[in-house]
């Protein structure tokens, strides 16, 4: 995929490394989502330490509200909930019905590798990374 010019949203982000990898590789905004106190710090402390604050937001919410009321469109969407994730397949159709993909976007959802999406619409294939697996929807 190429990153340059793309909008990038990073779901449960974490430390927001798949976020900012997007931006190392020229993609021109990336909204970080997660609701870690911890988390914010951490992302507003590598935003201003590598110069890139006028292409980060950073929402401290809940990721599932975040989604209920969003309007952006993003290119590509990075969505790591916690492998205790009870139901990923609504979160996906969320994500799809709440039109939160652009249009030739992609979602990638990292899970463990004893899941599997393949009865899933929007389902493309997936990867997996030893005991991880990364499903790509488009």
């Known amino acids: ?27 021109v905004e990336i909204c970080f989502v997660d609701s870690s106190t911890q988390s914010q710090k951490s992302l507003r402390e590598t935003a201003a330490g590598l110069g890139v ?16 009321t969003e309007k952006g469109r993003y290119d590509l969407v990075f969505c790591d909930p916690p492998y205790s994730w ?8 969320e994500i799809f019905s709440r039109e939160l ?4 976007g992609m979602l990638l959802m990292e899970h463990s590798s004893r899941y599997t ?13 030893g005991m991880t697996r990364v499903t790509f929807f488009s």
């Not at 006028?54 to 990721?63: A, G, L, P, W, Y």
């Not at 993909?101 to 030739?104: F, G, S």
């Not at 999406?117 to 990374?129: G, L, M, P, R, V």
Request: net charge negative.
């Open 1 to 27: 995929m190429e990153f340059v010019g793309i909008k990038v949203l990073d779901l449960y982000a974490g430390f927001g490394s798949l976020g900012f990898e997007a931006l190392s590789r020229g993609a």
């Open 53 to 68: 604050q006028s292409s980060v937001r950073i929402v401290k919410q809940d990721v599932v509200q975040f989604i209920r």
């Open 86 to 93: 009870g139901d990923y397949s609504t979160l996906v159709n």
């Open 101 to 104: 993909v652009a249009e030739n």
């Open 117 to 129: 999406f393949e009865n899933i619409q929007h389902y493309a294939f997936y990867k997996d990374y």
